[in-house]
């Protein structure tokens, strides 16, 4: 999408510097073959709904295991799984909700359902991490022994192990797909790799040594790792819940888009954001103020589809202005919003 202003050659002081380009290539999006639309939304969907049956299950599983035993570890490591059922579940109806197209009420589309769901997934897993760390100082200070071990090592030991194939399948979605809620789902489930692992070696350590404050102490630990892992997302969520800007690597990716067309003599006003998988990205072009209506539509429209081939699925805005000495010249740093010239592009005076 192009908009024009012919009358308006006024610099906004609300700019900043861009560093010069590199002259090496940079990775753009586009070559992590993302796949079509349709297709991407299917693949989530799928992988949501694996998610989701596959953490039910174990949930059914450990804490039968963890009733039978009284392992305070075990019934942690349960608590947890409950939890990515419940984040299995936003994550299964966001990315739904996030592929459902624009409409008058959401003109930018429905992306940051994702996003949403990411954040509601932080308060789930903090709120799971409060619990075991509850009950297992609780645990400890009863000195209460587990029993059966045996088996509920066994549990432990299978639903690690589930858990390494299912977060590994839910990686390659995400990172093929760039969605959030995705990613979460499996940053949220690699953690249950380490706890499972972790109560599974507990287990085996108490039966040999017959020690019970081993078993509240990794609980502890199953809650701090928890905890921490929920106060990543939480930052990760909010900040693009609050618009915060693409990645330096794809600012910087963009910035070689833009100067590599020797017709466009400036850029300001650049705005590079994401809503769930989907970018947005809208900036002022300054051209030579002699180029005619046509000419200036032509070059915005070109570098449009660079930037859509650069950042697949993009939504662009590109608004054309033309260049005077005065604006060429300012260079104001301020963050998030940025300027960048070419002073040897300049136009005559």
Same mark, same amino acid.
């Given at each position: ?19 010069? #380009?590199?002259?090496?290539? !940079?990775?753009?999006?586009?070559? &992590? ?67 459902? @197209?624009?409409?008058? &009420?959401? @003109? ?49 030991? $299978? ?12 990686? &390659? ?33 108490? /039966? ?34 609050? %618009?915060?800007?693409?990645?330096? /690597? ?8 833009? %100067? ?10 650049? &705005?590079? !954001? !994401? ?13 030579? #103020? ?23 699925? $993009? ?6 202005? #033309? ?10 740093? /301020? ?7 070419? !002073?040897?592009?300049? #136009?005559?005076?």
């Amino acid at each position: 999408m192009t908009q024009f202003n012919t009358t308006d050659p006024v610099a906004s002081p609300e700019s900043g510097t861009l560093r010069p #380009p590199s002259s090496a290539p !940079r990775p753009s999006p586009s070559s &992590r073959q993302n796949p079509p639309a349709h297709t991407a939304a299917h693949i989530k969907t799928a992988a949501a709904c694996l998610s989701l049956l596959v953490s039910a299950f174990l949930v059914v599983l450990k804490m039968g295991a963890g009733l039978l035993s009284g392992s305070v570890s075990v019934l942690s490591d349960a608590l947890d799984s409950g939890v990515d059922v419940l984040a299995a579940t936003l994550a299964f109806f966001s990315v739904r909700a996030a592929e459902a @197209p624009a409409d008058t &009420r959401h @003109p930018y589309g429905h992306g940051k359902a994702e996003n949403l769901a990411a954040a509601l997934q932080a308060l789930l897993i903090f709120a799971a991490a409060g619990t075991i760390i509850y009950q297992a100082y609780r645990r400890l200070v009863s000195n209460a022994l587990p029993e059966h071990l045996g088996l509920t090592a066994g549990v432990m030991g $299978v639903s690690a192990i589930i858990h390494l194939v299912v977060t590994r399948h839910l990686w &390659r979605v995400a990172a093929a797909t760039e969605s959030p809620a995705l990613a979460a789902d499996a940053r949220h489930l690699s953690t249950n790799i380490l706890t499972a692992t972790g109560v599974f070696l507990g287990l085996l350590l108490i /039966e040999f040594t017959g020690q019970a404050w081993i078993d509240p102490v990794i609980g502890l630990v199953v809650g701090g790792f928890i905890f921490k892992m929920g106060w990543d997302l939480s930052r990760e969520a909010i900040g693009h819940l609050m %618009d915060q800007r693409l990645p330096e /690597e794809e600012i910087a990716l963009l910035r070689d888009v833009l %100067d590599a067309e020797p017709r466009v003599l400036g850029y300001h006003r650049v &705005r590079a !954001r !994401r809503a769930g998988s989907q970018r947005h990205i809208d900036l002022h072009l300054l051209v030579d #103020p002699e180029m005619s209506l046509r000419a200036a539509h032509e070059l915005a429209e070109e570098v449009e589809d660079r930037i859509r081939a650069a950042f697949p699925g $993009v939504l662009v805005v590109t608004h054309v202005e #033309p260049a005077t000495d005065e604006e060429l010249a300012v260079e104001v740093s /301020e963050p998030g919003i940025w300027k960048g010239v070419r !002073r040897e592009s300049r #136009p005559p005076s």
